[in-house]
């Protein structure tokens, strides 16, 4: 009969087995908890920031600079892209700000995956699909032309419409799946001499918005779809339920900041888009 006192022993003896057992599991469990603990929980997939607006506002162009460091010609773009960029130098990721400024992980600059869609109204789902379906995804830049935002034109009205449409989409969202979201509206071609300054393009784009608003709720009530059914129109009203203005602060309540700043990636005087980049590292 095996008493317990016989295997206390034979497991305490030192046996060449029982050693190389020991050995082997020591080695073995880092890389088992690596392998299925670490990789699955998607920390290995590089943080992501999504490119979007209407066409023509210089989402490709923005990315090349990002990407590169300096501007190349673009076309219309017909299909989404991702390249990985890196932080530049001289700026911290947000998740890097309890470091001490000595430590050598500092000096390997952050990457992150960068993505361009294309900003045709017929070849918006590539954008959308990403926000519903989204890898990694911290944060939005949505980029818009800030020298065809003047009230009557017609640009600012579609500008509208598409941000309108992202927003109601990020307020819809499962918020498990995508909790907090930052949006940065990036008003570009600073350089121009038409460009609205970026206060301006915030309030000119929530005066648009709470139009689009309107006459998006006019239209599903008099196509009866909204009628008696208050759950349903409450669904597709954007921000504050009853506002009579749309202000983007409204949108903090769905757990999405939105930022307006303004810059340029090209010009006589070269790029400027530090504040676009200072966001970016805020938010990897
Ligand atoms: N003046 C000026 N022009 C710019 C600036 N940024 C981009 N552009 C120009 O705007 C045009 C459109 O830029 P793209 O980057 O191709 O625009 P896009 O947003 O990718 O457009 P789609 O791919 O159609 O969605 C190009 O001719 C750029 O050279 C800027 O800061 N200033
Ligand atoms: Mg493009």
Same mark, same amino acid.
């Given at each position: 009969m095996v008493t317990i006192q016989d295997l206390a022993q034979a497991a305490l003896n030192p046996s060449p087995v029982g050693l190389a057992l020991a050995v082997l599991f020591a080695l073995l469990i880092p890389l088992f908890l690596h392998r299925f603990i670490f990789q699955s929980s998607g920390l290995t997939t590089l943080p992501s920031v999504l490119l979007i607006g209407? +066409?023509? +506002? @210089?989402k490709t162009a923005l990315l090349t600079l990002f990407e590169r460091g300096n501007h190349a010609p673009t076309h219309t773009s017909q299909t989404p892209l991702a390249v990985e960029c890196s932080l530049p130098v001289g700026t911290r990721a947000g998740s890097d700000?309890?470091? +001490?400024? #000595? =430590?050598?992980? #500092?000096?390997?600059h952050k990457k992150f995956l960068l993505m361009d869609t294309p900003g045709h109204g017929k070849l918006r789902h590539h954008a959308i699909k990403n926000i519903t #379906?989204?890898? #990694?995804?911290k944060g939005i830049i949505f980029l818009v032309?800030?020298?065809?935002? +003047?009230?009557? =034109?017609d640009a600012l009205r579609q500008t509208a419409d598409y941000l309108h449409d992202v927003l109601l989409i990020l307020q819809k969202r499962n918020v498990k799946v995508l909790k907090e979201l930052p949006v940065l509206i990036a008003a570009n071609k600073? =350089?121009?001499?038409t460009a609205l300054p970026a206060a301006l393009v915030r309030s000119s784009l929530e005066a648009e918005i709470t139009k689009v608003r309107d006459s998006r709720s006019k239209g599903l009530l008099d196509s009866g779809i909204g009628m008696g059914d208050v759950d349903d129109e409450k669904d597709d009203?954007?921000?504050?339920? @009853?506002?009579?203005e749309f202000k983007f602060s409204q949108m903090e309540e769905f757990d999405v900041s939105v930022e307006v700043s303004g810059g340029n990636v090209l010009g006589g005087g070269g790029a400027s888009v530090d504040k676009w980049w200072k966001w970016v590292s805020e938010r990897l």
């Open positions: 209407p +066409s023509g +506002s @210089g700000k309890y470091r +001490s400024v #000595n =430590d050598p992980t #500092n000096q390997a #379906n989204p890898q #990694n995804l032309d800030a020298a065809t935002l +003047s009230a009557g =034109d600073m =350089d121009l001499f009203w954007l921000g504050e339920m @009853g506002s009579k």
